[in-house]
């Protein structure tokens, strides 16, 4: 079956992450915003901060997909390297961009705009910027690799912007559906649903929180009628079972 | 400069996490333990639940790192595919594990043991199996390739006791200074102490939360006497600059 969705992947960029002292939101945030806009996640990645590493990875993922995204990497200090590595992925010229340098040099008082910051304005030739609403310091684009910064309220902020330059396709529709049972009494009959609906695809998750125990279904596809009609015959064997849907 | 630490990739296997629908946290809880039995997490990867994507993707990480940890896939329903997709990357017999067997039915009451519980003790041919404290269906391990499941609480549970089959190298240390500043006001300073300390990894990570703005910056060594070094070469700019150290 030729998946013919539009597709990206999602690169996170740093040591942080890696080492378990950050825990990574920033898959989620754009998990969930791509969805809306009709693009699916085909793979994320989170590597150090490590050049090759940086640059190798971009390679494979800025031609398998439709779109990359970029996070961390790209603050004013000796670890954010991203702008640098993106620049070698593409071989281009590394150097200050004018209109960045513009934006940063009214955004701070005068004499403020020092070395430091005037490194977060330096990219690769030609990138188009993305505005960041929050802290001024912008992020960019360069064919289809979109970097943005790591810390999560800034990189949530800045994604506004760039939501006009994304062609997704249909946006994905999902249904759950939570129930009160364990996935092995229900793994045959969602079997069998799963055969008769191939263009719905069902995840069956376990949950335990917050004193219950159950199961949540979730429905995904394009096409809302579909998801119905997925919906009827799950509730069909959910109510042959006597099995009780809760709220989630 | 040779990295001759011990290294593990983590594979996250799981349509959730790619729709943004579910918040990874494996990652972290498995970077931290790792961290403290001196395995350093070189790389992550998020895939969703196709097979071959799961064959190919494991047969690069199983060979380009000393352990992979997956996590996802190992329940009784159709979306499970982690077991079937590990025996075929090992090219083994895909089988019901006789010693698992037997843990499950001793586990269920009697007439509960199921088929589709019985999908759950399906593994790759000769699987070493990893005991599950929390809900009985265990995990397993293949080489260096160990398959744990995706709730993290259960997860989390399984993974004392795997330690001793884990042979790490030196702990990685780590000391953390949070300041009451930005990036670019420490950021020249900061590049020359990580120049004068190779053998340190200095990470510098700006915080808003809280109510409180600042930056942390994380030292990661094996060597408690280097990030003790850098601490004072990082705490002499700092005194200099008059900055205020914080409490994260």
Redesign the interface.
Known sequence: MKDTKVNAAIL?IG???????????N?????????SIGV??????????IEKTIVDTLNVLRKENDYVFTTGGI??????ITAESVSKAFGLKYEIHKEGYKILESYYKPGEF????Q??IWMPENAELILNPTSGAPGFSVENVFCLP??P??MKSMLGGITNKIVGGEP?L?KTISLKTV??????S??KV?DNNKDV????????HAGKLGVSI?L?SENQSKIDECNLQILKFVNEKKIEVVER
């Open positions: 996170i040591n942080e992450i890696l080492s378990g002292r950050t825990q990574d939101t898959t989620s945030t754009l998990a969930t915003w791509l969805n699916k996640v085909k793979e994320v990645r989170v590597i150090p901060d603050g004013p200090t000796h670890d954010d020092n070395e430091g910051r490194k977060m790591g810390v309220s800034i994905i999902s996935e092995s009494e229900i793994a045959n969602l079997t799963q695809e069902i995840g069956s998750y376990p949950f335990f979730v995904r």
